[in-house]
């Protein structure tokens, strides 16, 4: 009878057991997918462990499952991976001039873009406006447009209105011959 209670007993705490060591295993395995998803690879210029489809980047990754599953601190797997290699692993900019590098790219892009912009959307006097507007006069509410030779002679000189009438009449009379 006491070995059926022994028996009991195990099997009520195996499934506990193995949840635990699941839940253990599944910490484990997200504590190494934040280490080698925050440590740059020495293998691909530019990309974490993580992204890098390198053999030796896939072995690296193995080594820190290995050594969190051994119970090793984040600060010593990195350590360990440094002494791999010379190259830096954290990805933090050299220089200030890195850091900063990118923030003034963008703010120059955006002044050029908002130029730009304002350039194409200000409507600019065409040419022929200015000139038009140079040869217009208004009298009695009315536009007139001076001849070429009226604008050679003289652009400030108006033209009456009886003077464009008499010359409307006599273009007239000309086509009608």
Excluded at 37 to 52: E, H, I, N, V, Y
Aim: proline share 5%; with cysteine; hydrophobic share 40%.
């Amino acid at each position: 009878m006491f070995w059926r209670w022994v028996v009991l007993v195990v099997l009520m705490h195996s499934p506990l057991a193995f949840a635990a060591s699941a839940e253990d295993a599944q910490q484990q395995l997200q504590r190494s997918a934040e280490i080698y998803k925050t440590t740059m690879s020495p293998f691909c210029p530019g990309r974490t462990l993580d992204a890098c489809p390198s053999p030796n980047a896939t072995a690296w990754r193995d080594d820190i499952r290995h050594w969190v599953s051994e119970g090793l601190s984040t600060e010593e797997i990195r350590r360990r991976l440094a002494q791999r290699t010379e190259q830096d692993l954290t990805g933090a900019p050299s220089t200030a001039l890195d850091a900063v590098l990118p923030f003034g790219a963008t703010v120059l892009s955006l002044v050029l873009l908002g130029v730009l912009l304002r350039l194409l959307v200000k409507p600019a006097a065409s040419p022929a406006a200015d000139s038009a507007g140079s040869n217009t006069s208004t009298s009695s509410g009315r536009e007139t447009f001076a001849t070429k030779e009226e604008s050679k002679t003289s652009t400030h000189e108006k033209v009456s209105e009886e003077e464009l009438e008499d010359r409307l009449r006599r273009e007239l009379e000309q086509l009608d011959d």
